[in-house]
């Protein structure tokens, strides 16, 4: 059974930076799709960012490209969200998710159907 725990959320003003830490635990394969989802109180979910867990396939929402970095460690099994220049806007519980089908981890769209999902971790920018 796969579980996923994310922590590094908290408190920044505007521009700053927070790193989101997601350990994976659990058999996956190199194959497996890694994804950070968000939602905002009174929105839906919105995917943000992916990889898959053998670290191929970056893509990003267009509103964090190129100020949020997606990444995984094998190593420490950990999937990371380096989040810069931070907006109000990006301001949602941030979830990290995880699949074995490594079709989710190919195209221009998130599929909002991960099989494993962590509990949250908060992130407010203000």
């Known amino acids: 059974h796969v579980q996923l725990v994310e922590s590094g959320g908290g408190s920044v003003q505007p521009g700053g930076s927070l790193r989101l830490s997601c350990v994976v635990s659990?058999?996956?394969?190199?194959?497996?799709?890694m994804a950070w989802f968000r939602q905002a109180p009174g929105k839906e979910r919105q995917g943000v960012a992916r990889?898959?867990?053998?670290?191929?396939?970056?893509y990003y929402v267009n509103s964090v490209r190129g100020r949020f970095t997606v990444s995984h460690d094998n190593a420490k099994n950990t999937l990371y969200l380096q989040m810069n220049s931070l907006k109000p806007e990006d301001t949602a519980m941030y979830y990290c998710?995880?699949?074995?089908?490594?079709?989710?981890?190919?195209?221009?769209?998130?599929?909002?159907?991960?099989?494993?999902w962590g509990q949250g971790t908060q992130v407010t920018v203000s």
């Open positions: 659990g058999h996956t394969s190199d194959d497996y799709c």
């Open positions: 998710a995880a699949d074995p089908k490594w079709t989710y981890c190919r195209g221009g769209s998130f599929s909002p159907e991960y099989n494993y």
């Open positions: 990889i898959t867990k053998g670290g191929g396939n970056p």
